[in-house]
């Protein structure tokens, strides 16, 4: 059974920065694309980041494109969300979020997309 848990959310000044962490167990992470959504209160889940496998390819809506990055770190298992000037309309409940890919030039954007889930971390951006 494949299983992510994310870390590393709480509250954050705006203006600063946050660093995620999913860990992955029950498949070799190598396998998969994997994925960032959040969620803020009252609206549907939004999608953030997203990398491919392989080729190193990254993919990012426009609207978080000049400051976020998404890495991963197949051998500790583990991929990373990083996001800076940070505003209170980031706030919300942050998922990452893997999906078997094929391809591994393959990544996805759509929540839909992926089978597996974390359990959510909270994140917080105010004064």
């Known amino acids: 059974q494949v299983k992510l848990v994310e870390s590393g959310g709480g509250w954050v000044q705006p203006g600063g920065s946050l660093k995620l962490s999913c860990l992955v167990s029950g498949r070799d992470l190598s396998d998969l694309a994997v994925g960032w959504f959040r969620q803020a209160p009252g609206k549907e889940r939004e999608f953030v980041a997203a990398?491919?496998?392989?080729?190193?390819?990254?993919y990012y809506p426009n609207s978080v494109r000049a400051r976020t990055s998404i890495t991963r770190d197949d051998a500790a298992s583990a991929f990373y969300l990083y996001m800076n000037v940070l505003k209170p309309e980031d706030t919300g409940t942050y998922y990452c979020a893997a999906a078997a890919a094929p391809d591994g030039r393959d990544y996805y954007t759509i929540a839909q997309q992926y089978p597996y889930w974390g359990q959510g971390t909270q994140v917080t951006v105010s004064a």
């Open positions: 990398a491919a496998r392989m080729y190193s390819i990254t």
